[in-house]
T-cell receptor, first 117, second 116 residues
Framework: GAVVSQHPSWVICKSGTSVKIECRSL??????MFWYRQFPKQSLMLMAT?????????EQGVEKDKFLINHASLTLSTLTVTSAHPEDSSFYIC?????????????FGPGTRLTVL | AQTVTQSQPEMSVQEAETVTLSCTYD???????LFWYKQPPSRQMILVIR??????QNATENRFSVNFQKAAKSFSLKISDSQLGDAAMYFC?????????????FGTGTSLTVIP
């Protein structure tokens, strides 16, 4: 099956710094990638939709200047949390969708745990 | 707006017994996909079962089956012969078709405990 990786799996940073999270589709070309945020014992909240070569589309309430998303290639999307603060601490999950792997499912990455001190 | 509701925050089942998890959703679309995902403590999302809205036949995947009632916008998951490894958080999800956005919308989740 299709594999999606995320790096890093866990990151701790100081308040005010920026953190970049990578999402890679390892064996297929991901036309679209999605970024989710999950608080402890809560559901996944869609943050943004990213199409290769285009600007990301952000969900209502998500600050696009704070959560920078880049989808420069068909196998890589990055989420940069700028000027991170403790309230940005969360679990971030990406998912990828590509025509080659079918049109009826997406593949999720293993997630990245961000802790901002 | 698409919303997905799981009214059971927690459920428990005896090992080898059957349990049903509830899910309702709201949408104005006529065609879409529905999914159940399992999230174990590792937090990796694992696809359990999926259903295309245009199919009337309920999806089945080994011990997992769904009861899809399109008119009622209901999509419940039945787990038969429950096993200890089934213990996890279960999320019901609704997904738009690729030509209408492709986004997933998740329910609030049901935490399933399997009692030995």
């Amino acid at each position: 099956g299709a594999v999606v990786s995320q790096h890093p799996s866990w990151v701790i940073c100081k308040s005010g710094t920026s953190v970049k999270i990578e999402c890679r589709s390892l064996d297929f070309q991901a036309t679209t990638m999605f970024w989710y945020r999950q608080f402890p014992k809560q559901s996944l909240m869609l943050m943004a939709t990213s199409n290769e070569g285009s600007k990301a589309t952000y969900e209502q309430g998500v600050e696009k200047d704070k959560f920078l998303i880049n989808h420069a290639s068909l196998t890589l999307s990055t989420l940069t949390v700028t000027s991170a603060h403790p309230e940005d601490s969360s679990f971030y999950i990406c998912s990828a969708w590509g025509l080659l792997v079918g049109t009826d499912t997406q593949y999720f990455g293993p997630g990245t745990r961000l802790t901002v001190l | 707006a698409q919303t997905v509701t799981q009214s059971q925050p927690e459920m428990s089942v005896q090992e080898a017994e059957t349990v049903t998890l509830s899910c309702t959703y709201d949408t104005s679309e006529s065609d879409y996909y529905l999914f159940w995902y399992k999230q174990p403590p590792s937090r990796q999302m694992i696809l359990v079962i999926r259903q295309e809205a245009y199919k009337q036949q309920n999806a089945t995947e080994n011990r997992f089956s769904v009861n899809f009632q399109k008119a009622a916008k209901s999509f419940s998951l039945k787990i038969s012969d429950s096993q200890l490894g089934d213990a996890a958080m279960y999320f019901c999800a609704y997904r738009l078709l690729p030509n209408t956005g492709n986004q997933f919308y998740f329910g609030t989740g049901t935490s399933l405990t399997v009692i030995p």
